[in-house]
């Protein structure tokens, strides 16, 4: 009798250690599961990389390319885009396409970048300096000879640029050799701004620094631009409003990357440092325009309609997850309680027991 208590006791004490084994290894399931969805939520695209240098400590290769001209010189130090040579060009791309958009729902992200550089002649101005943001179907190594800063004029492919001119063009109606501007798939900028107006050269071997911020909630691009050492200005020298899903409406992701050529000079440009960084704004986040009456031209029923669909949106993905997890959360909960309901002693065959039949005896017979 005793060894079949003992049995019984070790066999609940078995099922239930292997229920509990169970339930710790769903219950690490349903958390792995939570913060997978949790993640999911809230992650944007952040690509981002900071480069002081482009020193061997860097580890600037990982993440850029180098195309034509372009190699590290200055004691690994800075980047020269384009070689003391006639028609050369250089180009250096950051390797990984960046989503448009980002987050559930899907968001347009905003971008920000900062480098320094510096531009050089002893003969006839090149062409420059540029910023560019392709899309992720353009042939980053392709040079065109026939256009600026060794690209394509957007017939083919698409492109958005901010421009550090050193040539004054007449057929792009370039103001003078010493500008810089904004540029939509086409040399002909959107807008433009004299340099020299602010006592800034870009061809005289000086070093200078550059912002650009593109604030996705209302669709303004800004640049800045000082002299090196300096403090960022408050106000833009350039802005325009650009909607990036029109300039590539079947295209999600993009590329970034400084594209140089000389065209019939010797121009040297070097880059000294690079930073790049996506972001999503929040939804309380609205820069405020630099022309507000642009945007009071705008109805205010898209407006609306804009925040009723991201509103839909949103009830619809808590929907979803609240259904999801509930469903596993009631699985969880029955296997577990079959589990515990269900337990039965169990004892072994030598051990079963067997009914035992009882004959009445009448007191008659004892006596």
Not at 154 to 169: A, N, R
Request: hydrophobic fraction near 40%; include cysteine; charged fraction near 20%.
């Amino acid at each position: 009798m005793f060894s079949v208590l003992n049995f019984e006791i070790n066999t609940n004490f078995t099922a239930q250690r292997m229920a509990s084994l169970l339930t710790s290894r769903y219950l690490i399931t349903l958390l792995y599961f939570l913060t997978f969805c949790f993640k999911s939520l809230i992650a944007d695209s952040n690509s981002s990389f900071s480069f002081n240098n482009f020193g061997s400590n860097s580890s600037f290769e990982s993440v850029l390319a180098l195309y034509g001209d372009a190699k590290v010189v200055n004691g690994s130090s800075s980047l020269q885009l384009t070689a003391p040579l006639v028609s050369s060009a250089g180009r250096l791309i950051y390797k990984n396409p960046i989503k448009f958009y980002s987050g559930i729902p899907k968001k347009l992200v905003s971008f920000s970048t900062y480098f320094s550089f510096s531009m050089w002649s002893d003969s006839r101005n090149g062409d420059g300096l540029a910023f560019v943001v392709f899309s992720d179907g353009y042939p980053v190594d392709l040079f065109d000879d026939s256009g600026s800063f060794g690209l394509s004029n957007g017939d083919s492919f698409k492109f958005l640029s901010v421009e550090f001119d050193t040539s004054m063009d007449s057929k792009y109606g370039d103001m003078n050799g010493n500008h810089v501007g904004i540029d939509l798939s086409s040399f002909v900028s959107s807008k433009a701004a004299n340099l020299s107006s602010l006592n800034l050269g870009v061809n005289n071997g000086n070093r200078l620094q550059v912002w650009i911020d593109y604030e996705s909630s209302s669709r303004r691009l800004e640049v800045r631009i000082s002299k090196f050492g300096e403090t960022r200005p408050f106000d833009p020298l350039l802005f325009e409003q650009i909607d990036l899903p029109k300039i590539w409406p079947e295209n999600e992701g993009f590329f970034v990357g400084l594209s140089s050529s000389n065209g019939n000079s010797t121009q040297l440009c070097n880059v000294y440092s690079w930073s790049f960084k996506t972001r999503q704004s929040p939804d309380w986040m609205h820069s405020e325009p630099l022309e507000p009456m642009v945007f009071k031209e705008k109805k205010e029923n898209e407006i609306k309609i804009h925040k009723e669909n991201d509103c839909v949106m949103r009830i619809l993905s808590a929907l979803i997850l609240g259904i999801g997890l509930g469903a596993l959360g009631s699985f969880i909960g029955m296997f577990i309680w079959t589990i515990f309901a269900n337990k039965r002693p169990i004892a072994p065959e030598e051990y079963a027991m067997t009914a035992v039949a009882h004959d009445k005896v009448s007191v008659n017979e004892k006596q």
